[in-house]
T-cell receptor, first 111, second 113 residues
């Protein structure tokens, strides 16, 4: 299982860009990198997924270097509603393997 | 689509009681899983299944049983509840495609006295 390491918490202000980095040194060749967002009292929600290079969707970008040993979730111009816990999950490359979460990063966006 | 549904939303048990947490999905996902989340902590995998009739243990399986008789349903059974099992339980499902993007239910909040 690819273990992930993220900062425990981060603070930001409205309108700023936030970058959250996840380390996954023992990522397997077929593994994907997936980021989830979780609000209090809710289940996690998919944000973005990538395998290599850069992926962008309507809410975030995901940057993955060539060695794939880390990844960075980028949230452009955050608002108060982006205050949540963000989880990086590595896996899904070999269908049917268990999918385990790391500790997550608690992002606090201030006015 | 209702997505992933979980019942009940909240349950109080006494130590030693048993109960079943229900989980259902209507997306024809092959993969289903159960996680528990203790206050202020991350999610820990309890059990998972890659299809009907197939289940396997996750990181913290002790005290829990699962079965998967249909693609849609994946119930989690607490055999003899303990206070240490007080937690929020999330069910998730995904296709067995590359990446396995998971969809989560709203959770069941369990309090064991």
């Amino acid at each position: 299982l690819a273990k992930t390491t993220q900062p425990i918490s981060m603070d930001s202000y409205e309108g700023q860009e936030v970058n959250i980095t996840c380390s996954h040194n023992n990522i397997a060749t077929n593994d994907y990198i997936t980021w989830y967002q979780q609000f209090p009292s809710q289940g996690p929600r998919f944000i973005i997924q990538g395998y290599k290079t850069k992926v962008t969707n309507e809410v975030a970008s995901l940057f993955i270097p060539a060695d794939r040993k880390s990844s960075t979730l980028s949230l452009p111009r955050v608002s108060l509603s982006d205050t949540a816990v963000y989880y990086c999950l590595v896996g899904g490359g070999n269908a049917g393997n268990m999918l385990t979460f790391g500790g997550g990063t608690r992002l606090m966006v201030k006015p | 689509n209702a997505g992933v549904t979980q019942t009940p939303k909240f349950q109080v048990l006494k130590t030693g009681q048993s109960m079943t947490l229900q989980c259902a999905q209507d997306m024809n996902h092959e993969y289903m899983s159960w996680y528990r989340q203790d206050p202020g902590m991350g999610l820990r995998l309890i059990h998972y299944s890659v299809g009907a009739g197939i289940t396997d243990q996750g990181e913290v399986p002790n005290g829990y049983n699962v079965s998967r008789s249909t693609t849609e349903d994946f119930p989690l059974r607490l055999l003899s509840a303990a206070p240490s099992q007080t937690s929020v339980y999330f069910c998730a499902s995904s296709y067995l495609d590359r990446g396995q993007t998971q969809y989560f239910g709203p959770g069941t909040r369990l309090l064991v006295l």
